[in-house]
């Protein structure tokens, strides 16, 4: 008599590490992202966070920005040095250079306090889908199926999810890759950022713009800056 087949294992729910100093703000963030399905870990400094980081990488992380012993920013930086994983920042300033900063040093996302937990949680999640296995890369729905596309030396292979610069392969974060994808679908077009925010991001809503305008800017570094145009009042587009 043939035994039966062992249930399928249930994947493990995905990890977060909290990095907050504020003791009664991390106590319940890290309850309310548990009773969301996350498994938590937390860390009340930067150097502690960076040191759990380093141990054992969670799935994603969420970083404030004022901390002691290495704050936020130098932390997302330290942690890009290495790993790929999404990270958010939160923080009570709300100084468009306070949030620029925090993007250009790795962060995917910045929400500043007070906060809804369910927008955390909403955000938190749309990273790990960008950044998840089979998922990481591909556009939510592209405008059209170009499976190859060529711009001058730049070269998209929606396929095998590889960029191309003349014969060197480009190294991409999830975001990165996402957003050349979305315009290689449809070269020539002007994709505004409140598209991108939906597509790239999965933001049904007018999310913050400097998001999209610090990926691109980032993005235009490894692909040439040519490559991208500014369409002023509109968004962007790729010069085919």
Do not use: N
């Not at 907050?20 to 009340?44: I, K, N, P, S, Y």
């Not at 060529?150 to 003349?166: H, I, P, Y």
């Amino acid at each position: 008599m043939s035994q039966a087949p062992p249930p399928p294992v249930e994947p493990a729910p995905p990890e977060v590490l909290l990095v907050e100093d504020d003791a009664v703000l991390r106590e319940a963030t890290g309850m309310a992202l548990e009773r969301h399905g996350f498994r938590v870990r937390t860390a009340a400094d930067g150097l502690t966070g960076l040191e759990m980081f380093r141990r054992r990488p969670p799935d994603v992380a969420v970083l404030d920005v004022m901390l002691p012993e290495l704050d936020g920013v130098s932390l997302v930086r330290r942690i890009r040095e290495t790993s790929g994983v999404p990270a958010l920042m939160i923080s009570a300033r709300t100084d468009p250079i306070d949030v620029v900063q925090g993007l250009e040093a790795g962060a995917d996302d910045y929400l500043t306090k007070p906060y809804d937990t369910a927008v955390l949680v909403a955000r938190m999640r749309a990273a790990l889908r960008r950044s998840g296995p089979g998922t990481a890369a591909a556009p939510a729905e592209p405008a059209a199926p170009c499976r190859l596309m060529r711009a001058g030396d730049l070269t998209v292979d929606a396929r095998s999810l590889e960029v191309r610069r003349g014969d060197r392969l480009l190294e991409l974060t999830p975001t990165e890759l996402k957003l050349i994808l979305e315009f290689a679908a449809e070269p020539g077009a002007v994709l505004s950022r409140s598209t991108l925010l939906e597509r790239v991001w999965e933001y049904g809503w007018g999310g913050d713009s400097r998001v999209v305008d610090v990926h691109v800017q980032r993005l235009r570094a490894k692909v040439g800056h040519e490559r991208i145009e500014t369409v002023r009042g509109f968004g962007y587009k790729l010069r085919a």
